[in-house]
């Protein structure tokens, strides 16, 4: 017995193969650690699927005609998408594309406004020690929990004082400020521009502005950009204040002038079919300008990389 025991044992040393409760990293079996690996990745597609389900769904309904929009399967596609998108661009003599222009002209001057704001203030927080600063960003964070919707009548009411409801000032001037690219760029400015760079231009006789705009302002491109993006699509969406703002609906945004297609759908379910062919064309500029600038989100998260 003792042999058989002292043979047993030289034979596992020899092998080099010591008891294992369970095969796997960490002692976890096999089985454990793929569904460790696989379970964030199945999140995931389960999100994007979420997400992309009702653009699927506006892409297959914009290509059906009236007669076969409600009556036909969710996910069986038609063959008038032309014919809808033609109809659509047809009806009072192009109004849709004016809503689109005007959809541009909020977002993208209010986008770019904001960016250039928020740039500007968020540099002077985070590199500027003065009276009231640290009461000035706590201010910016209150006013980052506070619901747009809050907003929308008091700004009504300020600018009806003016004479500037129904104008195109009316929905660009409270897209300038914003509370949340203001602390976006503070943060990024803190973390981009070094105060070494900074106290360099200075002893080099440079002037504020000119520190900022030459020398910090590059530095801030990719984090501005995240901002522009951020406020481009909260405009391009917005309904409440327009909705508010504006009574000549040749100065509507898109979603204001489908919101009004869609209630007149209910005397003319014919114009259904054109409130969704508009949809899928609001959702392109989107789509084209995320993966037109991903690139400097790139360049953004490598830099952060490297940052110590």
Same mark, same amino acid.
């Given at each position: ?7 047993? %044992?030289?034979r596992?040393?020899?092998? &080099?193969?010591?008891e294992? *409760?369970?095969?796997? /990293? &960490?002692? $976890? ?10 379970? =964030? ?7 994007a ?11 297959? @309904?914009? *290509?059906? !005609?009236?007669? %076969?929009?409600?009556? *036909?399967?969710?996910?069986? +596609? ?10 659509l ?13 005007? /959809? #541009?002209?909020?977002?993208?001057v209010?986008?770019?406004?904001? @960016? ?8 002077t ?7 009231? $600063? ?6 910016? #964070? ?22 500037? /409801?129904? /104008?195109?000032?009316?929905v ?21 521009? +070094? ?26 491109? =990719? ?10 699509? @909260? ?20 979603t204001?002038?489908?919101?009004? #297609? ?6 003319? +379910?014919?114009?259904? $079919?054109?409130v969704? @062919?508009g ?8 789509v084209a300008?995320? #993966? ?5 989100? $790139?360049? !953004?998260?490598? *830099? ?5």
């Amino acid at each position: 017995m003792a042999g058989t025991d002292t043979a047993t %044992t030289g034979r596992g040393t020899l092998t &080099g193969q010591p008891e294992r *409760s369970g095969a796997g /990293t &960490g002692g $976890r079996p096999d089985g454990q650690g793929r569904i460790a690996r696989l379970a =964030p990745t199945a999140i995931l597609l389960l999100g994007a699927f979420y997400c992309l389900l009702p653009v699927a769904w506006v892409l297959v @309904a914009a *290509s059906k !005609d009236a007669s %076969t929009l409600f009556t *036909s399967s969710t996910f069986a +596609p038609g063959d008038a998408l032309v014919d809808n998108v033609a109809g659509l661009s047809a009806y009072r003599d192009g109004l849709f594309w004016r809503w689109m222009l005007n /959809t #541009l002209l909020y977002a993208g001057v209010g986008a770019a406004l904001s @960016a250039a704001v928020s740039g500007l203030s968020g540099y002077t927080l985070a590199k500027f020690a003065f009276p009231g $600063r640290s009461v000035v960003f706590n201010v910016l #964070l209150a006013g980052v929990l506070v619901p747009g919707i809050t907003l929308a009548v008091p700004q009504y009411l300020l600018l009806a004082k003016v004479g500037l /409801t129904d /104008t195109y000032w009316s929905v660009l001037l409270p897209s300038i400020v914003s509370p949340y690219g203001i602390y976006l760029a503070r943060i990024y400015a803190a973390a981009a521009v +070094p105060d070494s760079v900074v106290e360099a231009a200075r002893v080099d006789g440079a002037s504020e502005f000119g520190i900022f705009r030459r020398v910090a302002l590059p530095m801030m491109v =990719p984090g501005l950009i995240t901002v522009f993006l951020l406020q481009f699509v @909260a405009i391009w969406n917005n309904f409440l204040l327009p909705f508010i703002m504006l009574a000549d609906d040749e100065r509507f945004p898109v979603t204001l002038g489908l919101y009004t #297609l869609l209630n007149q759908g209910n005397t003319q +379910p014919a114009l259904y $079919r054109f409130v969704i @062919a508009g949809s899928l064309l609001s959702i392109v500029p989107l789509v084209a300008l995320f #993966l037109s600038l991903q690139r400097y989100w $790139r360049i !953004d998260l490598l *830099s952060g990389a490297t940052k110590s």
